[in-house]
T-cell receptor, first 114, second 113 residues
Framework: DTAVSQTPKYLVTQMGNDKSIKCEQNLGHDTMYWYKQDSKKFLKIMFSYNNKELIINETVPNRFSPKSPDKAHLNLHINSLELGDSAVYFC?????????????FGDGTRLSIL | GNSVTQMEGPVTLSEEAFLTINCTYTATGYPSLFWYVQYPGEGLQLLLKATKADDKGSNKGFEATYRKETTSFHLEKGSVQVSDSAVYFCALSTNYGNNRLAFGKGNQVVVIP
């Protein structure tokens, strides 16, 4: 059983389109995250939810909107895609949002903007 | 703010060689420290962790010791294998940041047979 699963694995689309990435975890964790990994492999936190409540909202364009329908799911919707959005997006989860909790990552969604 | 610094550049070494990847950090309070590994085409996997000073994390032959006096968490392995080729990330989280991970830039490790 995959602990943190993301779909799709690859997403190729054109500038200006709107797309969503889905994430589900079956670990019973309370906290979920979205990270962006750029072409140089640098990872940066974007958002985090704890029990469906937004607790981390980094400085990202408001074209990016996370949604957590329940604590096992955290989706990422992106409006009006731009070339600079090309990256790998990782979903992760942890037992809770207290410091020191290991995070479990999905395999990533590779987004390419044409 | 919290930050992690890893040594610059990829690391290329021969099978059975000794591996060291340096990691230093700056943090508010007392962070927990992690090493994550990313194999090609995959997500990040937790390799090891340490939550307080002088703790040693270890897994799969890798070790790292939490050194508060030098604010470091260097990763070591005594004898690497080709299967250890991956990108290695040092990271930290604190109780003040909702468990957000601050990552280093990562080091590509290539082990040659």
């Amino acid at each position: 059983d995959t602990a943190v699963s993301q779909t799709p694995k690859y997403l190729v689309t054109q500038m200006g389109n709107d797309k969503s990435i889905k994430c589900e975890q079956n670990l019973g964790h309370d906290t979920m995250y979205w990270y962006k990994q750029d072409s140089k492999k640098f990872l940066k936190i974007m958002f985090s939810y704890n029990n469906k409540e937004l607790i981390i909202n980094e400085t990202v364009p408001n074209r990016f909107s996370p949604k957590s329908p329940d604590k096992a799911h955290l989706n990422l919707h992106i409006n009006s895609l731009e070339l600079g959005d090309s990256a790998v997006y990782f979903c992760a989860s942890s037992r809770d949002n207290l410091g020191g909790q290991p995070q479990h990552f999905g395999d990533g969604t590779r987004l390419s903007i044409l | 703010g919290n930050s992690v610094t890893q040594m610059e550049g990829p690391v290329t070494l021969s099978e059975e060689a000794f591996l060291t990847i340096n990691c230093t950090y700056t943090a508010t309070g007392y962070p927990s420290l992690f090493w994550y590994v990313q194999y090609p085409g995959e997500g990040l996997q937790l390799l090891l962790k340490a939550t307080k000073a002088d703790d040693k994390g270890s897994n799969k032959g890798f070790e790292a010791t939490y050194r508060k006096e030098t604010t470091s968490f260097h990763l070591e392995k005594g004898s690497v294998q080709v299967s250890d080729s991956a990108v290695y990330f040092c990271a930290l989280s604190t109780n003040y940041g909702n468990n957000r991970l601050a990552f280093g830039k990562g080091n590509q490790v290539v082990v040659i047979p």
